[in-house]
């Protein structure tokens, strides 16, 4: 098989009505040793810093990116537009990799139930 016969996955945006999570096979874990919390993917590990955890601990596929925005507005006490920015070019970033699902956006999952 040549380089050009794998299929390109499609890129996953990263909106404020996109309810994120992390996939089955991507895991979230507290390194004892080493006193920090890890993203264990296959094959690869990333080292999110404090403000990326929290983010991420927030990532439950149920609450979308703008609540999550809010959330932690009204937690650091700073302002929403500021925070959804930053969380969303923090979470488009692990979605380019393959590290995180976007979830349906609010709109759709209210038209499922």
């Given at each position: 098989m040549s380089?050009?016969?794998y299929a390109k996955r499609e890129r996953i945006l990263i909106t404020g009505d996109?309810?994120?999570s992390l996939p089955r096979f991507v895991k979230m874990r507290h390194d004892?040793?080493?006193?920090?919390?890890?993203?264990?993917a296959p094959e690869r590990v990333f080292n999110p810093d404090e403000i990326a955890v929290?983010?991420?601990?927030?990532c439950d596929g149920?609450?979308?990116?703008?609540?999550?925005?809010?959330?932690?507005?009204?937690?650091?006490k700073a302002p929403a537009d500021l925070i959804?920015?930053?969380?969303v070019d923090m979470l488009q970033d692990l979605?380019?990799?393959g590290v995180l699902n976007a979830?349906?956006?609010?709109q759709n999952q209210a038209a499922k139930t």
């Open positions: 380089i050009g016969q996109c309810r994120p004892a040793g080493r006193g920090r919390w890890i993203l264990l929290a983010v991420l601990q927030k149920k609450r979308s990116v703008s609540d999550i925005a809010d959330s932690l507005a009204d937690e650091y959804l920015k930053d969380i979605a380019d990799k979830g349906e956006p609010a």
